[in-house]
Structure formats: C-alpha cells, structure tokens
C-alpha cells in the first residue's frame, strides 16, 4: 500500500481496477467513509458516475463498502460531478460520491466525496477516512459480490429543473449553440438543459461509449468544436469536461474563451448591474494578469489563491465573495449556486449576460486581452527552497517591481522531474522574454546545473 498521502487535490484517482480503484479496495473506502461520515449512524449515499466503462462496477463496489458501514446506496446513474453535489444537497442524502476521473483518459477513473451539503470534504475528513481504510484494510478480506445499487431516474429531472429555475426567465429561442459533452457525464442532461429553455443544440461528444470520454473532444482540447462553430455559424459553443465541472466556451467567430474570459465578462457585467456588491473575485495564480487589468478596468479587484477549485471556495466563503474561479474553466459564483462549480450553470450565467446585453460572446470576452507569458525549464542537481537563495530572491524582486501590477514571476520545482520552472509574464513580449532566460541563467548557476533552461 502507498505511503503517499491517498487523497489529492481533487479525490482520489488513478489507473481503474489497480491500487486503490481496485474493487476490494473501493469497498473498503466505501466503508471508511461511511463510518467517518456516518458517525457510526449510517444514512443514505448518492453516487454516480461518468460514463466510463469502470463506472458501474467501481459504483457497486463502493456501495457494498457503503452498506457495511450501514448506508443505503442510490445512483444517479450517468451525472456530472457538479450535478451530482448539488442532487445530495437538494435530496438530503447523508453522503454523495461520484466515480470520476475528471478530464483523464478512459482507463482512469477516481472517487470523489461530498458531504451531506454538497461540500467537497475538508482536509481533515479525508485524514479520518484515510486513517480509517489504512489502519482496517485487508487483502485477504473475503467480500461479498458487488449489487448495482438502484438507479432512480427522477434525480436528472430534478437536477434540470434546478438549472433552469436558477436562471429563471431565460429563454434561449433562436439561438444555435454546439455542446462538446467530452464524451462524458453531461452527455445527456446538458443537451436536456439547453433544449429546454428554446436553444437550437447541436451536440458533438455527446454518446459515451465507456471508452471516448475526453478522447480529441471537451473542455481540454476544444478544437473540433471550434470548427463546428464556424460550420453550423453558431452563436456560441460550449466545451464540458469529462464530469462536467468545467466550461471552455467558443464565441460565433470560432475564438477560445477560458476561464479567465468567462470571469472578466461575468465580473463586469455583475459590476455595471449592481450585482457584485463587494468588488472583487477569487482566482488563482495561474489566470493571467490580463484578468487583472480588464476588471480594474471597471473598480473590481482580483483575490488571488492557490490553485484548486477547493482553495477558490475557501476563499469566497471566507471574504463572503460571490464570484471566483479558474483558467480551467471551473467557475464558482458563490451561494447562488452552493459554492459549486458546474459547466453547465456556468454556460447558462453567460448566456444570461448575453441575452441581457443583446451582445455576442466575442464583444463581451473583448476586454480581457491576456498578456504574453514565457516559461523556461531548468535542469538542476538539487531542489532547496528557492526563498533561500538571495541572489534568486533579489532579481525576482527587481523584474517584479519593474512590471507593477502589469505582470508577475513564478518560480518552481516540477514535482515529477529534476527541474525548475520560471514563468515571467508582461505586456511586453521580448522584455519578458529576456527577464525570463536572464533568471534561468541564474538558476542555473545558483541551483549546479551545467546548462541553463530549454
């Protein structure tokens, strides 16, 4: 058994049927969970999955680890992530679990926790149910067969008639949208959603088949909706992720719009309407500091956090914000929506400013304008902390101070690999440009590697 820690930034994940997403061991956090979260108490669980070909049979496994620690199990069936959350809230289970792997490849998958508010579990729950698993697992622990839980149709209805009632008054008549499901979760519901407030859909990605989730489609890799855009002439497209947490849009010329469009355009029409009460929004370090100037722009400031969907809500709960999000494309607008972030009601929120304003999706993602970024990979014999090198920390602070607020350094370890990376973005390419090999330069002396970045 790994020694790392089983939890990472989003669930647990990894290669369906090995290590800990192999079924015994699905069971077994199916039932550490249930005592964490049960409180010895039992309750009902609602799970869900993907659509991957793993989804069923790691779902019944779960269910069974569920029931010996005295949970009852229903499935959604085929969900998203968000949708799933926000049907554990809506319909008081106790638990909610989604078998998913996010935007990975078909033969991963994963197993995300929320509690009985729909909130992704603290830290500390996932230590408690970590230390449960690790400390009662056994290999040798004969199980009894895995049963599919029941599956209850009613749930998607009642998920759609949450989307639409959350943007209540919007009709969509005479508007063509392309929808890339990725293959995946909001394959079905997402099509539903949109037909039902009058859009025109045309879906591309939209029929898993347990092996094509996020294969060449969604919110990763956007470029044949693109084309489909510009084929159909369509008003907007929208790209979803594996689970569905993430929205990628493409407006009516066939340009990208991410994350940090997506939060310049909702922040500034919030802004103009009175809406965004406290002027400002949470986003991480990797938005680009495009974000920045286009929202100061108009008297909004940026709440800068980590990167993760989890720190954007802590962050968002804690200044009592309603607006954050990620490049990514996972958006958060606060209490209007249970601080989850969903694909689907993000699309909805900028076809709402859309609708309102009479503009299209090019003329209101106008505003943000990234700014040009370089990064530079430096090999290096010895990783210390890189605010321990004076040298380092001195000329980061010179380039810092001479970019302002228009523009940023980042220094860092790879994780996986024996280097450094620096990023150096700017208004002015060929300045970032020169600052950035100057510092790799540095590095490279500094760090004992005998060439400098790549």
Known sequence: ????????????????????????????????????????KGGRALLGHDGRHSGPELEAALARGLK?????????????????????????FDLTA??????????????????????KLADEVEDAIEADVRGTFDEEEAWPDA?????????????????????????????????????????????????????????????????????????TQPGHLREAVRLHGADLGVALDGDG???????????????????????????????????RIVATVMSNRGLHRALRDVGVGVE??????????????????SLGGEQSGHIVFGADNFHVGDGIYTALRVLAVMRATGEKLSTLAAPYQPFPQVLVNVPVAQKPSLAELPAVVEAV??????LGEDGRVLL???????????????????????????????????????????
């Open 1 to 40: 058994m790994s020694a790392g820690r089983l939890f990472g930034t989003d669930g647990i994940r990894g290669r369906a049927g090995e290590g800990w997403l192999a079924p015994a061991r699905v069971s077994a956090l199916g039932r550490s969970a249930g005592r964490v979260l049960g409180k010895g």
């Open 68 to 92: 010996a620690a005295g949970f009852d199990s229903t499935s959604a069936g085929l969900i998203t992530t968000p949708g799933l959350a926000v049907l554990g809230r809506l319909s008081s």
């Open 98 to 119: 989604m078998l998913s792997a996010s935007h990975n490849p078909a033969e991963d998958n994963g197993i995300k926790l929320f509690d009985a508010e729909g909130d």
């Open 147 to 219: 049963e599919t839980p029941p599956h209850d149709p009613e749930l998607e209805e009642r998920y759609l008639s949450h989307l639409v009632a959350s943007v209540k008054g919007l009709k969509l008549d005479g508007l063509a949208v392309v929808l890339d499901g990725a293959n995946g979760g909001g394959s079905r519901v997402a099509p539903r959603a949109l037909g039902r407030l009058g859009a025109q859909v045309i879906t591309t990605a939209c029929e898993p088949d347990g092996d094509n989730i996020n294969d060449g489609c969604g919110a």
């Open 245 to 279: 947490d993430r929205c990628i849009l493409v407006d009516e010329t066939g340009g990208l719009v991410h994350g940090d469009g997506i939060l310049t355009l909702t922040a500034r029409y919030a802004r103009e309407t009175g809406d965004l009460t406290d002027p």
């Open 304 to 321: 800068t956090v980590d990167v993760g969907d989890r720190r954007v809500v802590e962050a968002l709960r804690r200044e009592k914000l």
């Open 397 to 402: 602070r010179a380039i810092e101070d001479d």
């Open 412 to 454: 860092r370890y790879s994780g996986t690999e024996p280097l450094a990376r620096v990023m150096v973005e700017g208004p002015d390419a060929d300045w970032i440009q020169a600052r950035a090999h100057e510092l790799a330069d540095l590095l490279a002396r500094e760090l004992g590697s005998e060439t400098a970045a790549s």
